[in-house]
DNA sequence: CGAAGTCTGGACTTGCCGGTCCATTTTCGC
DNA sequence: GCGAAAATGGACCGGCAAGTCCAGACTTCG
């Protein structure tokens, strides 16, 4: 079944206009009749793009999002090479995850899917391979310049830091604070510089 | 409405037979027909215990298992009084996390609730608090004790190494893997160390 | 330009499940 | 033991929203 290009178009506004109203309603209260009063198609083109429903189309959403995130904060977790680079890579999670706020479509369409359910799994553990990936790369590209102690077990830091995001932005989303994201990425970063040789 | 022996022990049940029922299919697959059946409970009774309904069921429950969450790292985190007590805290955390696996019904019934509710909120609010502040509390106590570096603010490590544990937490829910967890304690705590006066 | 197939509209069905009600039984203080 | 209050059973209701269907309009490509 090839999409011509109106259809993708209607495919692509159907998922943006989910995660909005996601956003401002949450999921359990998702219904798919605000979706196409948001989007402005009937049920039937829902059901034409989305043949096994709702779940479906939350799961589309979920990868429409995981997608956004490493995006979001490119270029600098791509390049990851000067501590310079890192802070900037910092302020770029910490702005985007504050002016997110409190409404995360990606968390909460996945929860609704089933984090535990394979298709879940494979959306956000995929989302977190590249993550942890690209930060790994980061570090080892500092080990070689010798800006990081090479006895650092790179993936290891890497899951660690990764790992204190994703709490920072989790408590982020009940508490509103940004408090714990920052305190986990100052100090995540400030634990790869320890121990460092030629501290800038 | 004073609660007779047999009408508390009626309601733990519930909530209890909610909990499992949550870990057995999750949220939003809950159906109190299933609550029902598996406490021997009539419709009658879930709603004279629970008047505003499922909502509030879920409620209980998630404050059953944040209080939980709490008494299961007991007596190790109220004393993280040496090095030994740290790790065996950060063995106990691991444990339970790991013997619980990928189904957890405070996580999902918080999402249910929706975390951004004032109820909701406060339940996750006031766990975290308390949790944040007993490791800050070991935190002090080992600064008293010289075994960490005074200069170290006590509340942002805490901060920083809850937001990893919750992140660690978070990723095991959705890979089943304890690594993330693992690395997080374990860098946060060689955190702790680093600059450390009399390392044992 | 014309046919095959995509896209769209919207009415209709359906089943589930949360919530209400009242009658009956049990508990518990005095 | 006795009466008030709490606990229990289970039938019943009602609404909501997911999913089905078919007829008709638009796209696309030879």
Same mark, same amino acid.
């Given at each position: 079944m090839p999409l011509t290009r109106k259809g993708a178009a209607t495919r692509r506004r159907i998922i943006e206009g989910a995660a909005e109203q996601i956003r401002a309603e949450g999921v359990f209260a998702l219904r798919l009749e605000d979706v196409m009063a948001r989007t402005a198609t009937s049920k039937s083109q829902l059901f034409h793009y989305f043949p096994d429903g709702k779940d479906e189309l939350l799961l589309a959403v979920a990868r429409h999002e995981a997608a956004r995130v490493i995006d979001d904060q490119q270029p600098e977790l791509g390049a990851l090479t000067s501590w310079d680079a890192w802070y900037r890579w910092r302020d770029k999670v910490l702005a985007r995850y504050r002016a997110q706020g409190v409404d995360c479509p990606l968390h909460v369409a996945l929860s609704r899917v089933g984090a535990a359910t394979d298709a879940g799994r494979s959306v956000a553990g995929e989302l977190l391979d590249r993550w942890q990936g690209q930060l790994a790369e980061g570090i080892r590209r500092m080990q070689e310049g010798g #800006?990081?102690?090479? #006895?650092?077990d790179a993936d290891r830091e890497a899951a660690a830091l990764l790992a204190g995001i994703q709490g920072g932005v989790l408590i982020l989303l009940t508490t509103g604070g940004t408090a714990h994201l920052e305190a986990a990425l100052d100090l995540g970063i400030a634990h790869l510089r320890t121990g460092n040789h030629r501290d800038r």
């Open positions: #800006e990081i102690a090479p #006895e650092l």
